[in-house]
């Protein structure tokens, strides 16, 4: 039997690839009463689309073209939404600095001439890059190897409101390293013909969770709704994966859960994986998305950016209706908090608050002054984790010791090796890999 753990996409990504390489037997338990984790779709009653989680999804990179290939294996890339390099959302990005909007360079002409809010050129950054002197250290935050390499202005204009969208942190605290992926497919092929910048599924994001749902119930996985795994206990190389009321011996578990919350179900057994797994911190963000009558942005884009030096309460807004226009209307999307939530709005605000906060920045710097037709409030707690200056050493002392004590167990998801969409796919992928590739060697060596 092998359970797997978490119904993100994760989780179901993790099922999906079991029952495809001929396992049987697989259970997916999910604590709350959905599927999708923080994929979520809500269709307003005039089917405008607002996305409360992730909303595009990149198609390069090796990751990305996994991701295309589970698309084209579920028969789902007829609804696939593409959004291409000469599209205004995909070459338009701005950052709000100074009570102004700018345009982040994205041709050669914007990189050899000064744009503000840079005082200079871009390519004088780069000069500056050939004369600084190699480190050796270890690991440095994302904001410090870019202010050392390529100057203050580019940490603090481009690289701070970057990390602030990807994750919604602190550049000084985000570490930079990061580990390769690799795959191919069709689909993806496709995407570099037609120079896809991002994509989406027609109907939302959701699409993809939902109908990974369907297929793995039609492979025969029994999957298990409000079931919270309060504990998982190690015996004679198998997991004992136990609920309120039942428990499941599987031959290996795949945890999809974000690290925090399984700290406390193997620290009885196992204190100091425990306490590294513990130390993984997520942030809380704000989401309030809003539909206004009528085209009211003065630019097309993908949305804006703001850095923290600004010390606003908002992180950024996604131009939703740029992306992907319908009728005659105006959604954006508003992320607030991140790595700031609780200083700025304490720890259960009301949703009031937040829309209020996201209404009066859109009036100010959108100058959208009417009132919105339709809203989605959501705090999405803990929702994205944050991989701190000492990440990856971390990372490899928790594979080290589930390697060193023999644990099946296997860990997936946002918390480890990468938060996009593609990662947590990827790293389900290369899971399930890892165990069969494990289970054919055992077989070998009986044999
Ligand atoms: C606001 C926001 C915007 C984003 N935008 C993008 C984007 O545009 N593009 C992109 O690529 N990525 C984006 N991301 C990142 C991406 O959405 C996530 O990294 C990804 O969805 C995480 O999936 P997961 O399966 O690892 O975790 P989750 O979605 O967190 O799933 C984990 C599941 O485990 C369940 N669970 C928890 N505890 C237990 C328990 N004890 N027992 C059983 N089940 C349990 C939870 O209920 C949940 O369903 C965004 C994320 C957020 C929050």
Redesign the pocket.
């Given at each position: 039997m092998h359970v797997v753990?978490?119904?993100?996409?994760?989780?179901?990504s993790a099922a999906y690839y079991l029952l495809n390489s001929g396992l049987k037997n697989v259970t997916l338990?999910?604590?709350?009463s959905r599927?999708?984790?923080?994929?979520k779709t809500t269709k307003t009653s005039k089917g405008y689309i607002f996305e409360?989680?992730?909303?595009?999804?990149?198609p390069r990179g090796l990751a990305g073209e996994n991701t295309l290939q589970l698309i084209e294996e579920l028969g789902l890339d007829n609804k696939v939404l593409p959004i291409n390099f000469e599209h205004p959302a995909a070459k338009n990005r701005l950052i709000y600095v100074n009570k102004s909007l700018y345009a982040l360079p994205s041709n050669i002409t914007s990189f050899l001439t000064p744009q503000p809010p840079f005082s200079k050129p871009l390519i004088s950054a780069l000069f500056h890059d050939l004369k600084v002197p190699k480190k050796t250290a270890k690991d440095e935050s994302m904001y410090d190897f870019v202010e050392r390499r390529l100057g203050k202005e580019i940490a603090e204009y481009a690289v701070s409101p970057l990390v602030c969208g990807v994750c919604?942190g602190d550049a000084k605290e985000i570490s930079k390293s990061r580990n390769p992926i690799k795959v191919k497919s069709e689909l993806s092929k496709r995407s570099k013909k037609e120079k896809w910048n991002v994509w989406s599924l027609d109907g939302g994001l959701e699409l993809l969770p939902e109908t990974l749902k369907c297929n793995i119930e039609e492979k025969g996985a029994d999957v298990l709704l409000n079931?919270?795994?309060?504990e998982i206990l190690f015996k004679s190389g198998k997991a004992v994966v136990k609920l309120q009321d039942d428990s499941f011996v599987s031959d290996n578990v795949i945890c999809?859960?974000?690290a925090a919350?399984l700290a406390p179900?193997i620290s009885k057994q196992h204190p100091l994986l425990s306490e590294d797994l513990a130390a993984i911190p997520s942030v809380t963000?704000g989401?309030v998305n809003l539909q206004y009558k009528g085209r009211l942005l003065n630019q097309d884009a993908f949305g804006f950016l703001v850095p923290t030096s600004q010390k606003l309460p908002i992180l950024g807004v996604i131009f939703d209706s740029c992306c992907f226009p319908k009728d005659d209307n105006t959604v954006l999307t508003v992320?607030m908090g991140g790595r700031w939530f609780e200083q700025l709005f304490g720890r259960n605000p009301s949703p009031d608050k937040l829309l209020s906060t996201a209404v009066q920045h859109v009036r100010t710097i959108l100058h959208i002054a009417s009132v919105p037709e339709n809203h989605c409030v959501s705090i999405?707690k803990d929702?994205?984790p944050q991989y701190v200056i000492g990440h990856h050493e971390r990372i490899e002392r928790i594979k080290a010791y589930i390697k060193r004590h023999n644990l099946p167990l296997s860990l997936?998801?946002?918390?480890y090796d990468g938060?996009?969409?593609?990662?947590?796919i990827f790293s389900a992928r290369t899971a399930v890999n890892d165990i069969i590739q494990k289970s054919n060697l055992n077989d070998s060596v009986k044999k």
């Open positions: 753990l978490g119904g993100g996409i994760g989780g179901l338990i999910e604590a709350s599927l999708g984790g923080w994929i409360h989680g992730p909303r595009t999804v990149r919604a079931s919270p795994c309060k999809s859960l974000p919350q179900l963000v989401v992320m999405l929702c994205i997936i998801g946002a918390s938060i996009s969409v593609n990662d947590v």
